[in-house]
DNA sequence: GTCCAGGCATGCA
DNA sequence: TGCATGCATGGA
């Protein structure tokens, strides 16, 4: 990875495997916007980002170098080896023919408290309404970073909300684990950053003790917010594709299993029914 | 109008 | 332990 900056922007050459339009838009984030000019805008943590790819590079916008190497260097995670991880992958037959179909699918490093509230919302709810839900929650409580863009708001913020603030956002039945959770991170009787310094197995134990959070949106905080590529989200789709394995997961996905798993997800939301 | 979406808690056997 | 049921809402 070479990074040169220039009045206006940082420029990143030597990335493999980062499709822009794949990782952003592929169900594991729900703030990035795509423009017209084929460029993404978005917010993470408190740092908005103008990101767009130009003959190979990664052009980045409206932030500094600092924020560059501190946070979005980790967030897009630009220094795993991705091309070693697909051809890993293209041992298995299916995800062979899919990754080079869909190549370029990186697994984001979300926040914890961010990750595990956005897929809370996401429960039995499209992807389409997903974002319209964060986005009324983030216009309404995070903080405004000008040009119409706000932080995702925090605990401590949503703590103060009750039940029917939640329901005014859309949030359906899912408004009463929002209010508890956001509580319960807010007074430290849930601690996120301690959950992401345990084993996969005691970390998806804390989660699944949460109210509002069963085996699929505790796997989904876990692979997109709490770093474990381990972790396997299994939804709806992920059902379908599972006939494709009847004997369990093939020994390549070893240590991986939650970028595989996005692949699979991408191919089925694509290619079934 | 009906069906479905990155599911979960609850009650009951 | 496993299975059936109700649950909010917006888009197709």
């Not at 863009?149 to 859309?170: C, H, K, N």
């Amino acid at each position: 990875m070479k990074i040169k900056e220039t009045e206006k922007s940082i420029v990143v050459s030597g990335v493999e495997c980062l499709d822009l339009d794949l990782t952003l838009d592929c169900g594991q984030a729900f703030r990035w916007e795509r423009c017209e000019d084929g460029s993404y805008c978005g917010v993470a943590g408190s740092n908005f980002l103008n990101i767009r790819k130009e003959n190979g590079d990664l052009i980045f916008e409206n932030t500094d170098i600092e924020v560059f190497n501190n946070f979005w260097v980790n967030y897009f995670d630009l220094n795993r080896d991705y091309k070693a991880i697909c051809d890993k992958l293209r041992e298995d037959s299916l995800l062979s023919s899919t990754i080079d179909e869909y190549y370029g699918i990186r697994i984001l490093n979300q926040e914890p408290w961010e990750a595990l509230c956005s897929f809370v919302i996401s429960q039995q709810n499209n992807i389409k309404r997903i974002k319209l839900i964060i986005s009324r929650l983030c216009r309404a409580y995070g903080d405004d970073l000008g040009n119409g863009y706000y932080s995702f708001p925090s605990a401590q913020r949503l703590s103060e909300l009750e039940v029917a603030d939640f329901e005014a956002l859309g949030c359906g039945y899912r408004a009463k684990y929002l209010e508890k959770l956001s509580k319960d991170v807010a007074s430290g009787k849930i601690d996120l950053e301690k959950i992401k310094s345990l084993t996969l197995e005691e970390a998806r134990k804390e989660l699944l003790n949460i109210y509002g959070v069963g085996i699929k949106v505790a796997n989904c905080a876990l692979l997109f917010g709490f770093g474990f590529l381990s972790a396997f989200p299994v939804d709806v789709w992920m059902k379908r594709v599972m006939e494709h394995y009847p004997n369990g997961l093939p020994e390549c996905f070893d240590g991986i299993e939650g970028i595989a798993q996005q692949y699979l997800f991408h191919w089925a939301r694509n290619n079934i029914k």
